[in-house]
């Protein structure tokens, strides 16, 4: 069959139609190009200005635009931009994984480098399952992860993630792994209040290994703070630490998904630090390189890497770009940049200032049915009754109306649509970078205020 090649004028008249030949999230939308970038601001071909109240998805920790780190990309790129992980080993990775090992507690000692979030929490899944397999336990291959957390887009992250909306597409290609109750207490699964909780929600981890068999169970994964599927939604105290010691009654590895909350978000580096805990593994992406390349990684303890040494010797799952001289060289850049800046510091600072910010607004607006973070992770909860928790119809879908209303006014926040049970409840995050001024706060707040008059019911 001879393949028919367009004319350039009707070539021409598609790239118009579609924007031009990129596959886009959203079909149908136009995005706005982006030409200019800096500190807490983006601007487009256009000249408008963004204000970025969420640093794009919860990513660009340090603000845009920062020359120090273009300065070490450029002086990497000059050097090497690419040493393939299997053969060789490069200055920067070297330098990044020291520098993590030396920030995370105890002896989280070694750290395995990928591209992204997804790739960590694939890598962490199949390191826990490897490790089981050194250690002579085979049978250890299930993920326990709980309902209304993310952990990825990959099939094995998407198997641990538990949104709904999010796995139904994909569902009959997912491992069966299972869920737990999420510890989300505006809504507890459990109908308790404050005053009577008694941890319900980690219990029913416990429940859920017996269910398993613990000989089953390879590790549990949380978010530390849930962020994209919930909204900013912090544990309650005493959770993480129970959560320990669940996972060592069983034999079971704890793994911290810290994709969001790593690198000084929530106003520690690592978020485990709250709650003085130390985790079998830590997940890294987004804000270890703050968005200046795409770099993941998975710290682990001591234990976990002697388990390789002294076993087989190899850990066979990884990726091309693994440990890529230029995103590493990043990755050391913004840590730095982190420490100097004593921007964990700022984080809960500015996070305390932006919660009572968001907390005024709410007597304003009785369709903000919570607010709640940890640092300068933030979100608020939308209902349609205060009194009851009603979520708002989804077919309104209005989450995504506040997140446009919002870009129309220059102002990113970040959409955590179906918060309350995977189906329906609308909630937006207000994470901007750590940088942020008090007056960028205010204006933050006040483009917030804006939108919410122009999109919630009177
Ligand atoms: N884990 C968490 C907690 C996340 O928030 C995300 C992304 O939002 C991921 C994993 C996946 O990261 P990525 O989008 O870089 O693959």
Not at 159 to 165: C, D, E, K, R, V
Not at 225 to 236: D, E, M, Q
Not at 264 to 292: N, Q
């Amino acid at each position: 069959m001879p393949i028919i090649l367009h004319s350039k004028g009707s070539r021409e008249r598609k790239a118009n139609i579609m924007n031009n030949h990129v596959f886009y999230p959203v079909l149908n939308k136009k995005y706005p190009l982006i030409v200019k970038a800096e500190g807490i601001y983006q601007w487009d071909d256009t000249g408008k200005r963004y204000t970025d109240a969420c640093c794009g998805a919860v990513v660009s920790g340090i603000g845009h635009g920062v020359k120090e780190i273009n300065d070490a990309i450029k002086s990497q790129l000059d050097e090497v931009a690419f040493a393939h992980r299997f053969k060789f080993t490069n200055r920067p990775v070297q330098e990044l994984a020291a520098l993590i090992a030396e920030l995370a507690p105890a002896d989280i000692n070694w750290v395995s480098f990928m591209s992204g979030g997804s790739e960590a929490t694939e890598t962490a899944m199949k390191m826990a399952r490897e490790y089981w397999i050194e250690k002579g336990i085979p049978s250890k291959y299930k993920v326990i992860a709980r309902w209304q957390s993310y952990h990825g887009n990959t099939l094995g992250a998407l198997s641990m993630s538990g949104h709904l909306a999010r796995r139904r597409r994909y569902a009959p290609m997912l491992a069966a792994f299972p869920h737990a109750a999420p510890c989300y207490c505006y809504r507890c699964p459990f109908f308790k209040q404050s005053s009577d909780c008694g941890l319900e929600c980690v219990q029913n981890i416990e429940e859920i290994i017996c269910q398993e068999g613990p000989e089953n169970v390879a590790a549990v994964i949380v978010e530390p703070v849930v962020g994209s599927t919930l909204g900013a939604a912090p544990p309650r105290d005493g959770y993480m630490q129970e959560l320990r010691r669940i996972c060592d009654k069983y034999d079971v590895l704890f793994i911290s998904d810290e994709v969001m909350t790593g690198m000084g978000r929530t106003g520690k580096i690592f978020a485990v630090e709250h709650w003085d805990i130390l985790p079998d593994m830590i997940c890294l992406a987004k804000g270890v390189s703050g968005g200046y390349a795409p770099l993941g990684a998975v710290a682990v303890r001591e234990k976990i890497h002697a388990a390789f040494r002294n076993g087989s010797g190899r850990f066979a799952h990884g990726f091309t770009f693994g440990g890529n001289p230029l995103a590493a060289a990043a990755g050391v850049a913004v840590i730095r940049y982190v420490l100097d800046h004593r921007l964990a510091d700022a984080a809960a600072q500015r996070g305390q200032s932006l919660l009572d910010k968001l907390t005024a607004l709410q007597a304003k607006y009785p369709a903000i049915g919570d607010v709640r973070g940890l640092g300068l992770m933030t979100g608020i909860e939308f209902v349609a009754d205060r009194s009851t928790k009603q979520p708002f119809d989804p077919t309104l879908s209005l989450t995504d109306k506040i997140v446009s209303k919002a870009l129309e006014n220059g102002l990113m926040l970040y959409g955590s649509a179906q918060c309350a049970d995977g189906i329906q409840g609308d909630a937006v995050m207000i994470a901007p970078p750590l940088i942020t001024t008090e007056e960028q706060l205010d204006e933050i707040v006040y483009l917030l205020d804006k939108t919410l008059e122009q999109v919630l019911p009177a």
